[in-house]
């Protein structure tokens, strides 16, 4: 099994923890994460996007002018797509953007994603952030003291906790999420994951059955 070492908030190493094979220790499926990328962004369109066509336009009720000898382009209709105010050709209309993907590909692709940020040496485990009172500032320096103050950061935590969540909501680049409720997208945009060991649990709880 994978090994990690475990810090506390001010960064210094405490102890080692053993990860789970099914989660850390896969080689990293490029493609799968690829698709449930694909199908997360799917499911964020609204798909009501909507162009009127040359039926659905107001007017056009009449021939504008007859048929020949008029020195003009036979015309049908002043709603035809070549014409200013007239219906769209090709146009989008009201559709479901839905990708599928099997539950055993998505918790997969998770697993790759989550493999590939330990391997690179992305992936920062605490036992706990410690704080007890909402302090922008004490945040500021827990992301400093594990060497993460100016990337893009994604915090786990085991369970919602208030005060973490207000300290550091107002930091740039920083994001706060309860595991296992984060999107691969979250996952993969971050550049240093931080994870308490209760996040690593929860997650081994339901991905790696």
Same mark, same amino acid.
């Given at each position: 099994?994978?090994?990690?070492?475990?810090?506390?908030?001010?960064?210094?190493?405490?102890?080692?923890?053993?990860?789970?094979?099914?989660?850390?220790?896969?080689?990293?499926k490029v493609g799968?994460?690829?698709?449930?990328?694909?199908?997360?962004?799917?499911?964020?369109?609204?798909?009501?996007?909507?162009?009127?066509t040359r039926a659905?336009?107001?007017?056009?009720?009449?021939?504008?002018?007859?048929?020949?000898?008029?020195?003009?382009?036979?015309?049908?209709?002043?709603?035809?797509?070549?014409?200013?105010?007239?219906?769209?050709?090709?146009?989008?209309?009201?559709?479901?953007?839905?990708?599928?993907?099997?539950?055993?590909?998505?918790?997969?692709?998770?697993?790759?994603?989550?493999?590939? +940020?330990?391997?690179?040496?992305?992936?920062?485990?605490?036992?706990?952030?410690?704080?007890?009172?909402? +302090?922008?500032?004490?945040?500021?320096?827990?992301?400093?003291?594990?060497?993460?103050?100016?990337?893009?950061?994604?915090?786990?935590?085991?369970?919602?906790?208030?005060?973490?969540?207000?300290?550091?909501?107002?930091?740039?680049?920083?994001?706060?999420?309860?595991?296992?409720?984060?999107?691969?997208v979250e996952l993969?945009?971050?550049?240093?994951?931080?994870?308490?060991?209760?996040?690593?649990?929860?997650?081994?709880?339901?991905?790696?059955?």
């Amino acid at each position: 099994m994978p090994k990690i070492s475990v810090h506390n908030a001010q960064g210094k190493a405490i102890g080692e923890a053993e990860l789970n094979d099914k989660l850390f220790g896969l080689t990293p499926k490029v493609g799968l994460m690829h698709r449930k990328m694909r199908v997360e962004q799917a499911h964020q369109r609204h798909g009501t996007h909507d162009t009127l066509t040359r039926a659905e336009v107001a007017g056009g009720g009449r021939k504008p002018w007859k048929q020949k000898h008029t020195g003009r382009a036979r015309q049908g209709t002043i709603r035809a797509p070549h014409w200013r105010k007239g219906g769209v050709a090709h146009g989008p209309h009201p559709r479901d953007h839905e990708i599928t993907m099997s539950k055993k590909e998505k918790r997969l692709a998770l697993a790759s994603a989550l493999s590939a +940020k330990f391997q690179a040496g992305d992936l920062i485990l605490v036992d706990d952030l410690g704080m007890t009172e909402i +302090k922008t500032k004490r945040a500021m320096e827990i992301l400093s003291g594990l060497g993460a103050k100016d990337k893009k950061v994604l915090i786990l935590l085991g369970e919602h906790n208030e005060t973490v969540w207000k300290s550091f909501r107002n930091l740039p680049n920083v994001q706060v999420k309860v595991a296992p409720g984060f999107s691969l997208v979250e996952l993969l945009s971050a550049n240093t994951i931080i994870a308490t060991q209760s996040a690593v649990q929860a997650m081994e709880e339901v991905w790696a059955r």
